[in-house]
């Protein structure tokens, strides 16, 4: 094999193995997308974090420039007139309030591309996924049971006369 | 409220009206009228959620609780306001 023999051979293996990566990406991306529901998402706390984090940024970044806007040139227009509107506001130290305030209020949208993009996020979630579906179930059966146990005084008959359950 | 409201380091006058006075009295008395309506507080608090509400559209926002949301603004509306000049 001369140089260039020896290169075409190398580009041949890196091509194979870069489609042999792309095919089990998809294969997980497609897993991913038939498997999981947001709520899964929002169920575990790694994945969660993720989806807020990247929630906060897109606020932080399409919105909070224009209400930090509105806010400051509303309280800077009241605190230069005479009116008593905005009057103990100063610095605009309750930019942040105001901001967290609608931040609060708004109905939560979240984007699930980040998890396709790069299915390796959801590693953690997808492997725990089974132990954490039969703990939620063992808990269920137990707060039932124990709820019964509480309730047990209700299938009992009260005797007023001595004061107590029979 | 979830986020407290701060006030600076001033004398802050005590509020000698109700909420519900407050909200029906002019922003300005010496300059009450807004063509032909009375500017008062409670005509602002509600322009200024509308302009809220306009801005989170224009984001592609939905709010979840306007209620929630309205009574937010106004508390911090009247939080930071006196209640007279």
């Keep these: 094999m001369d140089h260039n023999e020896d290169k075409n051979y190398i580009d041949e293996v890196n091509k194979e193995g870069d489609e042999e990566e792309e095919e089990e990406e998809d294969t997980l991306v497609t897993y991913l997308k038939e498997n999981f529901t947001l709520q899964d998402f929002l169920n575990f706390e790694e994945t969660r974090f993720i989806l807020e984090q990247q929630r906060r940024q897109k606020f932080d970044k399409d919105c909070s420039p224009l209400l930090e806007e509105f806010y400051i040139s509303e309280v800077d227009y009241w605190n230069n007139s005479l009116c008593p509107l905005f009057i103990n506001e100063s610095n605009h130290v309750n930019l942040g309030c105001f901001i967290e305030t609608i931040y609060s209020s708004i109905k939560p949208e ?10 390796i996020l ?45 | ?32 009228l807004c063509g032909n309506c009375i500017a008062t507080n409670g005509r602002f608090v ?21 209620k929630k949301l309205k009574n937010e603004i106004v508390t911090i509306i009247y939080t930071l306001s006196n209640d007279s000049v």
């Design chain 2, 46 to 66: 509600k322009d200024f959620h509308n302009d809220i509400s306009s801005i989170l559209k224009k984001c592609g926002y939905q709010i979840d609780n306007e």
């Design chain 1, 110 to 119: 979240y984007d699930l591309t980040i998890f396709y993009d790069d299915p």
């Design chain 1, 122 to 166: 959801a590693k953690n979630m997808v492997e725990t996924y089974e132990t954490r579906v039969k703990e939620g179930e063992a808990k269920l059966r137990q707060d039932r049971i124990n709820e019964i146990m509480k309730q047990e005084n209700i299938m009992k008959k009260y005797d007023w006369k001595n004061k107590k359950y029979k």
């Design chain 2, 1 to 32: 409220m979830e986020f407290p409201i701060r006030i600076s380091n001033r004398i802050v006058k005590p509020k000698t009206k109700t909420y519900r006075q407050w909200w029906n009295s002019p922003i300005d008395p010496e300059d009450s």
